[in-house]
């Protein structure tokens, strides 16, 4: 017995594998009393510490092991972990309870295995080829990224959640990406069929091509491309490299040849308190059994560590119940979410779907038998209503009396998304690392006044993410409870707002996003900030959309310069300036229309739109555009859209100023200008007002002494009257008070905001923009001035650029092997003398 008053001397705890949820059970061990009791060895079979594999794909964006690493060398020294990276667990003595390693053997009193899982590759004839690879460490990337050099063509096996996003990093290396996957459709453990057909709709949208119910028997040499895969069904693709990403299996090999209690589709099986059947070895994570599920998430593995750290340290209530599998997902930029018994398994369940094609959402309810519990849901496309259904589900709390207004559109009498206010205190926000309402509310009131203090307290929305917008809403909602000025941070990554980006980028010289986030920023970025910098970045420097670094920052209709439609076509949307267009400019467009079949429409904005192109017949179509003297109407960008004019003084007899001329000067001057929303602007030649100047972003009307000008209307769904904001100004005047009103709007809007909004949350409004265009009062004027000459002076016709250049042309393929074939999918019909899509109603399957 040892005597009074002498140290008790250290347990040894061996952890094996040095992955996320390895690295999350050292973090809350070494948080808790227990860590004085044990000396700790981690050995990690890679040679790099353990990193963020949930944003894996970001590897091939720019970000670096040091940009994905979870914790650093300090760490472990400061906390007294001994690390021991690339060297290999080999064998586990039990008896004598020792590993062993090709180093030598470690004696060890409480063992956690943290080993994760490994890629299933299918045993499929030549699946051992040199360019057969799979998906699940960085060296595996690397290993990606110099197959897919100088090749056309690549291939992933699996159309599951790693499988898509391996499809991502192929599409991100310019490589034309195709999903294999062996069930009739996408994700189908997390979608049904009609969220799987949507998904699989817009996937392939977006250039990647989908096979489903495709099972492979053996993969050969090919004939245009280095490998041939041979399908069941008698058909084959050609590809010069397969990712194999089709699930995981739990890596037990060191648990089963010690002899520990084995599932019979592997996994090392344990209890509630993470024990396997020996009762000094632990399995936490993907390598781990229990009730006989594997858990293939990061938020299970963390609660498992989370628990084994809280009993290890003598929490004799600590238990591992089981875990919420819902997810919410962006894949290649299509929002995903599953919550749930999402397939209505439940005895009695009801289904509530709402399926908009046209604007491609899916949502489906699954509800209890009685109306009152949400039992599980799917979303494709829109996860806007996802963070609201997943509170209902996970607490219990009680239906509206009419559930369908929770996944109805606002303008379709959808109810409102359910605020912080209606969380019970027991509400999880974070199920990565359990984090509850209450626990955000107990952080705030022990001294954390701002989101970035909430999540370094409590972690929340440090492992998947998905828990992001959610945590923002409820922060933001206790402070001003408390009084706290909230802050205005753009998003998690960057603790500014748009406008103190704005002024980085503009001050700094800073050209690309890796840039910005490295330096001022944290993580890897999201959906928010993404597309707001890529805006930035082309209002500061004009450089081309398609520039290596602002492609992954960019939505679809970005990407690819055009509008996406419903079918998947897209539509051309030649520059009018002002509405004026000569006849030999209007016979071109419909020599094209004829030649490609295109649908052909007269908008609002006095534009000639030309839809159903195919994504490989855009750059021909532009050529011939181009060649015709025409240039892009960004009229999928946030920027200017058009200038519509009445025909003004040269023609009408109430027309005192030429509206036209003016139309035309202005469009011409603010083309291509990126802008946090829309721009749309109108010139009438007299108070007549036939061009609805004053329902624009920027509304001229001519008057006898010059003109007036109207700022900050607009139309849509919430439309806005402009304000007279100055009389009777000369051209040059003119100009320069609009130069001066669009480049403060483009320097201090938030993000996606019209300038309408913009201007009502101005302090002071009206007469602030006033003071500070009209009358100088910042001081700002030829700054905002010269900024927009710069902006005048550079402009390119992106669409120009892109055809002139073959590697951005490259992006505008859809089948590599066959570039003339169109897309069977697309069914067409035809109205009033021109093609139109066919409704799904009148589909044949």
């Known amino acids: 017995m040892q005597e009074r008053g002498t140290p008790m001397s250290k347990q040894t705890l061996i952890v094996i594998g040095n992955g996320m949820v390895g690295h999350h059970f050292l973090e809350q061990l070494t948080a808790s009393a227990a860590a004085e009791r044990f000396d700790i060895k981690v050995f990690g079979e890679e040679k790099l510490l353990a990193y963020d594999r949930v944003h894996l794909s970001e590897y091939f964006g720019g970000s670096t092991h040091a940009d994905l690493a979870m914790g650093t060398a300090e760490w472990y020294t400061e906390n007294h972990i001994d690390l021991h990276l690339g060297e290999q667990v080999t064998a586990i003595d039990r008896e004598n309870q020792t590993v062993t390693t090709p180093m030598g053997d470690y004696g060890y009193d409480e063992l956690v295995l943290a080993t994760g899982s490994y890629p299933f590759v299918p045993p499929i004839k030549g699946n051992e080829h040199p360019h057969c690879l799979v998906y699940r460490t960085l060296e595996d990337l690397d290993r990606i990224r110099a197959s897919a050099d100088g090749v056309k063509t ?330 706290v000025e909230v802050s205005k941070d753009l998003c998690e990554h960057f603790p500014y707002s748009r406008q103190e980006l704005f002024h980085l980028v503009k001050v700094n010289g800073i050209r690309t996003f890796h840039t910005l986030i490295r330096d001022h920023g944290t993580g890897h970025g999201c959906d928010i900030c993404k597309p707001t910098v890529a805006s930035i970045l082309a209002t500061c420097w004009n450089e081309h959309i398609l520039a290596t670094d602002h492609v992954p920052l960019q939505d679809t209709n970005d990407t690819f310069m055009a509008n996406m439609q419903k079918n998947g076509t897209y539509s051309i949307v030649p520059r009018i300036p002002g509405g004026e267009i000569t006849p030999d400019k209007l016979i071109v467009l419909g020599q094209v229309a004829k030649e490609y079949n295109l649908y052909t429409k007269i908008t609002g904005g006095q534009r000639v739109d030309l839809f159903g192109a195919t994504l490989s017949e855009l750059p021909a179509i532009w050529e011939k555009l181009i060649a015709a003297g025409f240039e892009t109407g960004h009229a999928y960008g946030k920027s200017l859209r058009t200038v519509k004019s009445c025909v003004g003084s040269t023609w009408c007899r109430y027309g005192v100023q030429d509206s036209v001329g003016m139309a035309i000067f202005l469009e011409n001057r603010y083309k291509g200008l990126r802008s946090p929303h829309k721009i749309k602007m109108a010139v009438s030649g007299c108070t007549r007002e036939c061009a609805e100047a004053q329902s624009k972003d920027i509304g001229v009307i001519a008057t006898e002494n010059g003109w007036n000008l109207y700022v900050c209307g607009n139309g849509g769904m919430r439309p806005r009257h402009a304000d007279l904001f100055a009389t009777d100004l000369s051209d040059e005047e003119l100009i320069r008070t609009i130069d001066r009103v669009l480049m403060f709007y483009v320097r201090t809007a938030d993000r996606l905001q019209r300038t309408s909004v913009w201007m009502e949350n101005l302090e002071g409004g009206l007469d602030y923009l006033k003071q500070v265009v009209l009358e100088d009062s910042l001081g700002l004027g030829k700054e905002l001035e010269e900024h927009m000459e710069g902006l005048v002076g550079t402009y390119q016709c992106e669409w120009k650029t892109a055809v002139e250049d073959p590697e951005k042309r490259k992006r505008f393929r859809e089948f590599v092997n066959a570039p003339e074939q169109k897309d069977p999918v697309q069914q067409w019909t035809t109205e009033r003398d021109q093609r139109r899509p066919v409704l799904e109603s009148e589909a044949v399957s």
């Not at 520990?260 to 936490?284: K, M, Y």
């Not at 899916?362 to 997943?390: C, F, P, Q, W």
């Open 154 to 483: 690549g291939v992933v096996v699996g159309g599951g959640l790693l499988g898509l996003e391996a499809a991502n990093a192929l599409k991100s290396l310019g490589v034309d990406a195709h999903v294999v996957e062996f069930a009739p459709r996408l994700m189908p453990v997390q979608l049904d069929a009609d969220g799987g057909a949507l998904l699989r709709r817009k996937i392939e949208e977006l250039g990647v091509q989908v096979h489903t119910e495709k099972a492979t028997t053996e993969i050969v040499e090919g004939e245009n491309a280095r490998l041939r895969m041979n399908f069941s069904d008698d058909s084959h693709l050609e590809t010069d490299l397969i990712v194999f990403s089709a699930g995981i299996r739990p890596q037990d090999t060191l648990a089963r040849t010690s002899g520990l209690d084995i599932g019979e589709r592997g996994g090392i099986v344990i209890n509630n308190q993470c024990t396997t059947s020996d009762p000094h070895i632990h399995a936490i994570g993907e390598c781990a059994l229990w009730s006989e599920r594997i858990f293939g998430l990061v938020a299970p593995g963390y609660t498992m560590a989370r628990t084994l750290a809280a009993a290890l340290n003598g929490d004799g209530d600590a238990a591992f119940t089981g875990a919420d599998m819902s997810t919410k997902l962006k894949l290649l930029g299509v929002d995903v979410g599953s919550i749930g018994d999402a397939h209505g398994q439940t005895p009695g369940a009801r289904n509530i779907r709402f399926n908009d094609e046209q604007v491609g959402h899916y949502r489906r309810m699954v509800i209890s038998e009685d109306g009152k519990t949400l039992l599980g849901a799917i979303l494709v496309g829109d996860n806007s209503h996802y963070d609201t259904l997943l509170q209902y589900a996970l607490n219990g709390i009680t239906l509206p009396a009419n559930p369908e207004t929770l996944i109805l559109p606002e303008s379709q009498g959808g109810a409102p998304a359910l605020g912080p206010d209606a969380l019970p205190e027991t509400a999880s926000i974070c199920s990565c690392h359990n984090v509850t309402k209450g626990d955000i509310c107990g952080a705030i009131d022990a001294g954390c006044a701002d989101l970035a203090s909430v999540k370094g307290e409590t972690k929340a929305s440090t492992g998947c993410g998905g828990c992001a917008a959610l945590l923002k809403n409820v922060v933001d909602h206790e402070l001003e409870k408390r009084g």
